[in-house]
């Protein structure tokens, strides 16, 4: 076994010993120090190429990210491809950012469903430093579309409101997801 193996069994093992309480800090730190990267590698290609080579790099990054993600979520709940709303439902409940953000569901039917991300933490960072909303549309759009397919190819999406965009004040974004049979 090499040292990067038993470096990795190391953490994993410490996990073991540890309180319930103390291993939802950790997650809970893993999803903001996973957001914080996320931010920063996307500021640095801002900054050396600009805001519409930034976007388009990220829009890449997702595209293959939120599949590989939807698969290991479905693979931890025991899920297989082809649950329809119930199953992205849940699934919406286990990404990363789940533990970051406040979100909800509404309007849930058996071929519909309704997503709204209430409070982003992004979003509202930016607020705090009177930014302008992160105009994360076209990035949404490859996210959650992707997301949902990996969940079930037969889900669509549709974007109700998402920066640039104007959006209520009750909410940063809205997905729809229709169930198409």
Request: glycine share 6%; aromatic share 10%; with cysteine.
């Amino acid at each position: 076994m090499s040292n990067v193996e038993r470096a990795g069994e190391e953490g994993i093992s410490l996990l073991y010993n540890l309180s319930k309480e103390e291993l939802v800090k950790i997650i809970v730190d893993d999803a903001k120090n996973w957001l914080a990267h996320d931010g920063l590698w996307f500021q640095a290609i801002e900054k050396r190429y600009g805001i519409d080579v930034a976007v388009d790099a990220d829009i890449e990054a997702w595209r293959y990210f939120t599949a590989i993600e939807a698969k290991r979520i479905m693979d931890r709940l025991g899920m297989k491809p082809g649950g329809g709303i119930p199953a992205l439902v849940e699934c919406l409940k286990h990404r990363f950012y789940a533990r970051l953000n406040l979100q909800e569901s509404c309007e849930v039917t058996a071929t519909r469903v309704v997503f709204k991300m209430l409070d982003c933490r992004v979003q509202s960072a930016r607020k705090r430093k009177g930014l302008a909303d992160h105009p994360c549309k076209t990035v949404g759009i490859v996210e959650y579309g992707e997301f949902a397919r990996a969940i079930d190819p037969r889900i669509s999406t549709r974007c109700i409101a998402c920066p640039p965009d104007p959006h209520p004040e009750e909410y940063w974004c809205a997905w729809e997801f229709t169930l198409q049979e």
